[in-house]
């Protein structure tokens, strides 16, 4: 997919875009702006800091470099899925 960041290359101060599935009602996805920052516990790791809460950045998590791309990459894996927000 055009524009996604490979997770182990990002870097503390980078914005990145992320297709948010709510957990609470799976059905339910919004593409969030987080910030990659510092990890908290671990100096020399970064974390993805998003709804004021740290989160371990994980191999296979999907980062986008801008929301539009994470709206089409969202359309090509959910498409009769509404977008929600």
């Known amino acids: ?19 948010y599935r709510n957990p609470h009602t799976p059905t339910v996805a919004n593409i969030k702006q987080a910030e990659i920052v510092q990890h908290p516990h671990q100096p020399n790791d970064v974390a993805l800091f998003l709804h ?9 998590d999907a980062l986008f470099t801008s929301q539009e791309a994470a709206e089409r990459a969202y359309q090509q894996l959910f498409p009769n899925q509404p977008l929600d927000g």
Do not use: L
Request: net charge negative; glycine share 4%.
């Open 1 to 19: 997919m055009d524009d996604m960041m490979d997770p182990k290359e990002v870097q503390q101060g980078d914005d990145v875009y992320i297709i």
């Open 52 to 60: 004021e809460t740290f989160h371990v950045i994980e191999e296979n």
